[in-house]
């Protein structure tokens, strides 16, 4: 089945430092694949998206590019802030053999950033 | 402002009592979702819901109930055979209709069963 793996946290950052969280995932076929974010007590935000190879997200600074070879999709910041201190999870959506869409999930990095 | 409302952020519940949790949305979304997230771990799909009047097991349906009468509205009962109740619940929803589009999530509620 399909599964994603994220780099375990915590992790903690100096603001304005480079971050990289890395991820990976199983599939079958071409998912899409995500970025979410998760303030404290907060659902989940869409952070960026890529639905084909080579494709890139961004959002607020944040990248992330859909790589099929390595089947990848590390997302990073070039200079990160205290506000981005935050869980992120990478997601693939696909679709069952239903044709029923299925987001999978990885557990989660929690990111602190320092002043 | 277009988006999903669950109700309430935070509710407390004795054991062996049901519990309904709300999830609203003004999306016009056809498909409906409910997550349970539990510390340190990513999200798990307990119900979905394709369109209207139908619904469908996800990985963890157990002690857990839907029923999706309106296309805006997808509550989730969680029932006294659930045995560890307590965790966070976020519903989403998405375009649905066979296109692979993103979900949206609601705010949360989080369960505490005394």
């Known amino acids: 089945g399909n599964s994603v793996t994220q780099m375990e946290g915590p992790v903690t950052l100096s603001e304005e430092a480079f971050l990289t969280i890395n991820c990976t995932y199983t599939a079958t076929g071409y998912p899409s694949l995500f970025w979410y974010v998760q303030y404290p007590g907060e659902g989940l935000q869409l952070l960026l998206k890529a639905t084909k190879a080579d494709d890139k997200g961004s959002n607020k600074g944040f990248e992330a590019t859909y790589r099929k070879e390595t089947t990848s999709f590390h997302l990073e910041k070039g200079s990160v802030q205290v506000s981005d201190s935050a869980v992120y999870f990478c997601a693939l959506l696909s679709f069952t053999n239903f044709g029923n869409e299925k987001l999978t999930f990885g557990t989660g990095t929690r990111l602190t950033i320092i002043p | 402002d277009g988006g999903i409302t669950q109700s309430p952020k935070y509710l407390f519940r004795k054991e062996g009592q049901n519990v309904t949790l709300s999830c609203e949305q003004n999306l016009n979304h056809d498909a409906m979702y409910w997550y349970r997230q539990d510390p340190g771990q990513g999200l798990r799909l307990i119900y979905y819901?394709?369109?209207?009047?139908?619904?469908q097991k996800g990985d963890i349906a157990e002690g857990y109930s839907v029923s999706r009468e309106k296309k805006e509205s997808f509550p989730l009962t969680v029932t006294s055979a659930q045995k560890n109740p307590t965790a966070f619940y976020l519903c989403?929803?998405?375009?649905?209709?066979?296109?692979?589009?993103?979900?949206?999530f609601g705010p949360g509620t989080r369960l505490t069963v005394l």
């Open positions: 819901s394709q369109i209207v009047n139908d619904f």
């Open positions: 989403a929803s998405s375009i649905g209709r066979l296109v692979a589009d993103t979900q949206y």
